[in-house]
């Protein structure tokens, strides 16, 4: 009876070492794969982000207006504990609203499961849009 | 047996483990892979979005149909550029922009053909016609022509990134079907605006009425409020004009260029709603991209665009003007005898009253051997006048079309949308005080025209050519093509600055001069006759109006027997 019971506890102990020893190699894959997912989604947002901005910008008539427009396509963004923030870090609109206006936003994410040296990504996205709101001086 | 079935337990786990830890990874990466996949499809769609604005609005000013030489092709060449503004000189390239007001001149040459006095202006209008469309024709080739519209697609669509499709991946031009025209907005407005409306006949000349089919309100839905009540020529239907189809291309009034979806572009195509237009020019576009790596092609997208300048301009003929010529001042002197005939001088006279007596006549009249008319003050018809008063001003006539033709002219000077000239604003002009001084300085000839296609001068030449110096010293010595008409024949009334004089007949022997006044009077009469030389503005001139106002002196001189 002795002899069992220390079979079945040597059983449960290397069941709990396979499963621990499992468990170090599944649980961070699925970490890693949680942050690059949120990394994935991040970025889509930032392009989309750019463009809306790119494209309201290039509704409207001059510089001023562009920005303002780029700067409000952007503020239906809400700021949570994984995606920080999300600003313009670069507006060109042509002086004479003649040309493509380009747009670049920056968005500050915190990755879920942080790696040493490695807790958040500044994503950097661009995009270029023909100016369709100027009219051709007259 | 026992300890097998244990490792083998235990190996199941780890094994199982390992499966777990694969499938997950496979699961994840494809994951990974999926969302790249849809990311660069979304890149390569924003890229080809962004190319096909940028054709929309860059084939507004490329590729372009360059002007010649010929005097069939010159004439349009006061429609290449994009503004209103007559100062500023084309440069002689026919684009998608400009087209509209190349159709609308060749248009308004039509229409000032339509006249029964147009002469040579019928000819001149067929030739118009035949370029504007020739022009039009080569245009719709060049913007039918993918390859011509490749480049404005490339630079856009390469500048957004496709960084998910791969490093180093741009979106390129994918030649084929996915080029293709559309002719959407059918019987929308196109961006040439009318003057007036269908209550002012659109100031179109006398005896001539634009069809109701050439004209339509904006089709925006709602119409935005400065323009309510403005007309506008129709787009992709045909504007029937003295056995001419006209043409315009529509382009709803300040919408922007702007993606379509595939449904209303193919609706419209000319293969599903075909056109009596044979070769139409084009307003939307559509484009199809491919996101390349090195090595390998990544996505496609496609994407359609509406094209639209956002500018309007009027029906006019912009570099052209009117001439207005008043003739030498006349004084007529008439007798008698008793049926009334002509004195044997004619004299001139100018902007300032002169005394004059006429030459004596012989025979004076019933009884008289002969008769010197008194001296009167003439000239008072015309001193201080301004030309306009010379034109219209007493003794008046009927100037109901003199005024209509005049009105429509300036009318087709006027290139700024939302300016009308009404008739009391071509008086106003006219009625320019310094034309007094001009006319008592001896000038003879006016120009009316417009120096910025927004506002009218009247001026005599060397002041004329001088507000206009880079376009109308090219054209101000051209003759209307027309013939010409009088449109006031012979108005008169009595002068209101002279007041009857009694004359003083010298009578045949046992005669006597009757009593002054009565029957022995001398009058004058203001008289005027004007005539319309019609002009197309094919060669700029747009017609001239002829003043000739001439004074008649009337003098009666009656001898009765000595009882």
Same mark, same amino acid.
């Given at each position: 009876?002795?002899?069992?019971?220390?079979?079945?506890?040597?059983?449960?102990?290397?069941?709990?070492?396979?499963?621990?020893?499992?468990?170090?190699?599944?649980?961070?894959?699925?970490?890693?794969?949680?942050?690059?997912?949120?990394?994935?989604?991040?970025?889509?947002?930032?392009?989309?982000?750019?463009?809306?901005?790119?494209?309201?910008?290039?509704?409207?008539?001059?510089?001023?207006?562009?920005?303002?427009?780029?700067?409000?396509?952007?503020?239906?963004?809400?700021?949570?504990?994984?995606?920080?923030?999300?600003?313009?870090?670069?507006?060109?609109?042509?002086?004479?609203?003649?040309?493509?206006?380009?747009?670049?936003?920056?968005?500050?994410?915190?990755?879920?499961?942080?790696?040493?040296?490695?807790?958040?990504?500044?994503?950097?996205?661009?995009?270029?849009?023909?100016?369709?709101?100027?009219?051709?001086?007259? | 047996?026992?300890?097998?079935?244990?490792?083998?337990?235990?190996?199941?786990?780890?094994?199982?483990?390992?499966?777990?830890?694969?499938?997950?990874?496979?699961?994840?990466?494809?994951?990974?892979?999926?969302?790249?996949?849809?990311?660069?499809?979304?890149?390569?769609?924003?890229?080809?979005?962004?190319?096909?604005?940028?054709?929309?609005?860059?084939?507004?000013?490329?590729?372009?149909?360059?002007?010649?030489?010929?005097?069939?092709?010159?004439?349009?060449?006061?429609?290449?550029?994009?503004?209103?503004?007559?100062?500023?000189?084309?440069?002689?390239?026919?684009?998608?922009?400009?087209?509209?007001?190349?159709?609308?001149?060749?248009?308004?040459?039509?229409?000032?053909?339509?006249?029964?006095?147009?002469?040579?202006?019928?000819?001149?209008?067929?030739?118009?016609?035949?370029?504007?469309?020739?022009?039009?024709?080569?245009?719709?080739?060049?913007?039918?022509?993918?390859?011509?519209?490749?480049?404005?697609?490339?630079?856009?669509?390469?500048?957004?990134?496709?960084?998910?499709?791969?490093?180093?991946?741009?979106?390129?031009?994918?030649?084929?079907?996915?080029?293709?025209?559309?002719?959407?907005?059918?019987?929308?407005?196109?961006?040439?605006?009318?003057?007036?409306?269908?209550?002012?006949?659109?100031?179109?000349?006398?005896?001539?009425?634009?069809?109701?089919?050439?004209?339509?309100?904006?089709?925006?839905?709602?119409?935005?409020?400065?323009?309510?009540?403005?007309?506008?020529?129709?787009?992709?239907?045909?504007?029937?004009?003295?056995?001419?189809?006209?043409?315009?291309?529509?382009?709803?009034?300040?919408?922007?260029?702007?993606?379509?979806?595939?449904?209303?572009?193919?609706?419209?195509?000319?293969?599903?709603?075909?056109?009596?237009?044979?070769?139409?020019?084009?307003?939307?576009?559509?484009?199809?991209?491919?996101?390349?790596?090195?090595?390998?092609?990544?996505?496609?997208?496609?994407?359609?665009?509406?094209?639209?300048?956002?500018?309007?301009?009027?029906?006019?003929?912009?570099?052209?003007?009117?001439?207005?010529?008043?003739?030498?001042?006349?004084?007529?002197?008439?007798?008698?005898?008793?049926?009334?005939?002509?004195?044997?001088?004619?004299?001139?006279?100018?902007?300032?009253?002169?005394?004059?007596?006429?030459?004596?006549?012989?025979?004076?009249?019933?009884?008289?051997?002969?008769?010197?008319?008194?001296?009167?003050?003439?000239?008072?018809?015309?001193?201080?006048?301004? /030309?306009?008063? @010379? $034109?219209?001003?007493?003794?008046? &006539? *009927?100037? =109901?079309? %003199?005024?209509?033709?005049?009105?429509?002219?300036?009318?087709?000077?006027?290139?700024?949308?939302?300016?009308?000239?009404?008739?009391?604003?071509?008086?106003?002009?006219?009625?320019?005080?310094?034309?007094?001084?001009?006319?008592?300085?001896?000038?003879?000839?006016?120009?009316?025209?417009?120096?910025?296609?927004?506002?009218?001068?009247?001026?005599?030449?060397?002041?004329?050519?001088?507000?206009?110096?880079?376009? /109308?010293?090219? @054209? $101000?010595?051209?003759?209307?093509? &027309? *013939?010409? =008409?009088? %449109?006031?024949?012979?108005?008169?009334?009595?002068?209101?600055?002279?007041?009857?004089?009694?004359?003083?007949?010298?009578?045949?022997?046992?005669?006597?001069?009757?009593?002054?006044?009565?029957?022995?009077?001398?009058?004058?009469?203001?008289?005027?006759?004007?005539?319309?030389?019609?002009?197309?503005?094919?060669?700029?001139?747009?017609?001239?109006?002829?003043?000739?106002?001439?004074?008649?002196?009337?003098?009666?001189?009656?001898? @009765?027997?000595?009882?």
């Amino acid at each position: 009876m002795h002899h069992n019971s220390n079979k079945s506890r040597s059983r449960r102990g290397s069941g709990l070492i396979e499963a621990i020893l499992a468990a170090t190699v599944l649980v961070p894959i699925a970490l890693f794969l949680l942050d690059l997912t949120v990394m994935i989604i991040a970025n889509s947002m930032n392009d989309t982000a750019a463009k809306n901005a790119a494209r309201a910008a290039a509704n409207q008539p001059e510089g001023g207006a562009a920005h303002a427009a780029a700067v409000k396509a952007l503020a239906t963004f809400q700021a949570s504990s994984i995606v920080k923030s999300l600003t313009i870090s670069e507006f060109d609109y042509p002086a004479q609203g003649v040309g493509s206006v380009s747009v670049v936003t920056v968005m500050e994410v915190k990755l879920p499961v942080p790696v040493p040296g490695f807790s958040g990504y500044t994503f950097k996205a661009g995009d270029v849009e023909p100016i369709v709101g100027s009219t051709i001086a007259q | 047996m026992t300890m097998l079935t244990k490792r083998s337990k235990r190996a199941s786990v780890t094994a199982f483990a390992a499966v777990l830890a694969l499938t997950l990874l496979v699961l994840g990466i494809g994951f990974i892979i999926i969302c790249l996949y849809m990311g660069g499809q979304r890149e390569t769609k924003n890229a080809t979005d962004a190319g096909a604005l940028s054709v929309g609005k860059e084939v507004l000013d490329e590729p372009s149909v360059m002007l010649t030489p010929a005097a069939d092709s010159r004439v349009f060449f006061d429609c290449t550029n994009d503004s209103f503004d007559n100062s500023k000189i084309g440069d002689g390239r026919v684009n998608l922009n400009r087209i509209n007001r190349v159709w609308a001149k060749a248009m308004v040459i039509a229409i000032n053909a339509e006249d029964s006095n147009a002469g040579s202006g019928k000819g001149n209008a067929d030739s118009a016609f035949q370029s504007a469309e020739s022009l039009s024709n080569s245009l719709a080739d060049k913007l039918t022509t993918p390859s011509n519209l490749h480049g404005f697609f490339s630079n856009l669509s390469k500048a957004n990134s496709t960084r998910m499709i791969g490093i180093g991946s741009a979106t390129e031009v994918k030649a084929g079907s996915g080029w293709q025209t559309s002719l959407m907005d059918r019987n929308a407005e196109s961006n040439i605006e009318l003057p007036g409306d269908s209550s002012t006949g659109y100031y179109m000349p006398p005896g001539f009425s634009l069809p109701a089919s050439c004209a339509t309100d904006c089709t925006r839905d709602p119409i935005p409020n400065e323009i309510t009540g403005t007309k506008f020529l129709k787009g992709y239907a045909p504007l029937q004009i003295g056995g001419h189809q006209f043409w315009q291309v529509p382009f709803k009034w300040n919408d922007k260029p702007h993606l379509v979806s595939s449904t209303p572009f193919n609706a419209s195509q000319v293969s599903a709603l075909p056109m009596t237009w044979t070769k139409p020019v084009p307003n939307a576009y559509s484009v199809e991209g491919q996101a390349v790596k090195p090595g390998a092609v990544g996505e496609t997208a496609n994407s359609w665009v509406l094209s639209n300048p956002r500018h309007a301009f009027k029906l006019a003929a912009p570099h052209s003007f009117m001439k207005v010529h008043v003739d030498d001042l006349k004084c007529k002197w008439f007798f008698y005898v008793p049926l009334k005939v002509p004195g044997f001088s004619t004299q001139d006279y100018d902007y300032t009253p002169t005394s004059l007596t006429g030459a004596t006549s012989v025979p004076g009249g019933v009884g008289s051997v002969s008769l010197t008319p008194p001296a009167h003050l003439i000239g008072s018809d015309v001193v201080g006048r301004t /030309l306009d008063e @010379i $034109i219209f001003g007493l003794p008046k &006539g *009927n100037t =109901t079309n %003199l005024e209509k033709y005049m009105v429509s002219r300036a009318n087709q000077m006027i290139s700024k949308p939302g300016v009308e000239i009404t008739a009391s604003k071509l008086h106003s002009v006219l009625d320019n005080p310094t034309t007094i001084a001009w006319l008592l300085a001896g000038e003879k000839d006016f120009y009316v025209f417009s120096k910025d296609g927004a506002t009218l001068e009247c001026q005599p030449k060397a002041l004329a050519v001088g507000m206009a110096p880079l376009w /109308l010293p090219l @054209i $101000i010595s051209e003759d209307a093509d &027309g *013939n010409e =008409t009088k %449109l006031i024949d012979d108005a008169n009334m009595p002068s209101l600055a002279n007041i009857p004089m009694p004359t003083s007949p010298v009578p045949v022997v046992f005669f006597t001069p009757a009593p002054p006044y009565v029957p022995n009077v001398s009058w004058v009469l203001w008289d005027k006759d004007v005539y319309w030389k019609n002009g197309t503005g094919y060669n700029g001139n747009l017609g001239e109006v002829r003043v000739k106002r001439w004074s008649e002196v009337h003098s009666v001189g009656v001898c @009765i027997p000595i009882i």
